[in-house]
């Protein structure tokens, strides 16, 4: 059985604290690879202005280094909003039995029961969430916190014992860095070098993202 993570985001765009996650998460879960997923259309935010094939081709720049990683763009050739519920539908016939795990920042996590259909989401794969700044208590929905109590796990390792249902709380280096932090610094001609790989910065100046929209 294989441990496969799944990293969703809009990824506008990537930078080191989604490459962080992925890779922290890798080790302490031992994730033969790690699939990053952007989102076409995500349903919780607005448009993205910078369209979906320019933050998957950043994506693909920032993780070609990284032997564990690898761009995902089925959200990408499918209609309508991407839900994640239909991705891990898919990724689940792909992988009838492997372990599928979905990584989200904490921040995610606290209006994880808006998703939707977030009830089934358990049923396709496990959900390891890490900590995302600023950390503080968890502020949970009651609803939340009952599927907390139902279903998290403190050992690791119950993740390869079974292909979906627990969920891990992880915490990893906190890296308080936003792709809307990133789009603000282009957007007032400030250089967002340190956030995100060179290669992020060197294609977000060559097709001028950021600087009209953000
Ligand atoms: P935006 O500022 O546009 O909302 P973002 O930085 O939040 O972008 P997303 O693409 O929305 O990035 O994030 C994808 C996933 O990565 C989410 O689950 C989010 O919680 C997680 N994540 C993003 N940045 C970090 C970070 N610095 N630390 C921990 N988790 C993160
Ligand atoms: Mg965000």
């Known amino acids: 059985m294989q441990r496969i993570g799944i990293l969703g985001g809009t990824f506008n765009p990537i930078h080191y604290g989604h490459l962080r996650i992925a890779q922290?998460?890798?080790?302490?879960?031992a994730l033969s690879q790690v699939k990053f997923l952007p989102a076409a259309k995500p349903p919780l935010k607005t448009e993205p202005k910078v369209t979906a094939k320019q933050r998957a081709e950043m994506v693909q720049l920032a993780i070609t280094t990284n032997p564990l990683f690898s761009l995902d763009t089925r959200e990408l050739e499918r209609n309508g909003p991407s839900y994640t519920i239909d991705t891990l539908e898919s990724l689940r016939a792909e992988h009838p039995r492997d372990a599928l795990c979905l990584i989200i920042g904490t921040d995610a996590f606290t209006h994880f029961d808006q998703w939707y259909r977030w009830q089934h989401i358990l049923d396709y794969c496990h959900l390891i969430v890490v900590s995302r700044p600023p950390v503080a208590d968890l502020?949970?929905?009651?609803?939340?916190?009952?599927l907390l109590q139902m279903h998290q796990t403190h050992d690791a390792t119950q993740l390869s014992q079974h292909t979906h249902g627990l969920i891990a709380m992880h915490a990893v280096t906190a890296l308080d860095?936003?792709?809307?932090?990133?789009?603000?610094?282009?957007?007032?001609h400030q250089n967002p070098a340190y956030l995100c790989p060179d290669v992020v910065i060197s294609y977000i100046q060559a097709h001028q993202l950021y600087t009209d929209n953000l």
């Open 24 to 29: 922290e998460t890798a080790e302490a879960f």
């Open 139 to 146: 502020d949970l929905s009651e609803t939340l916190r009952k």
């Open 177 to 188: 860095i936003s792709s809307s932090q990133i789009r603000s610094l282009v957007h007032a």
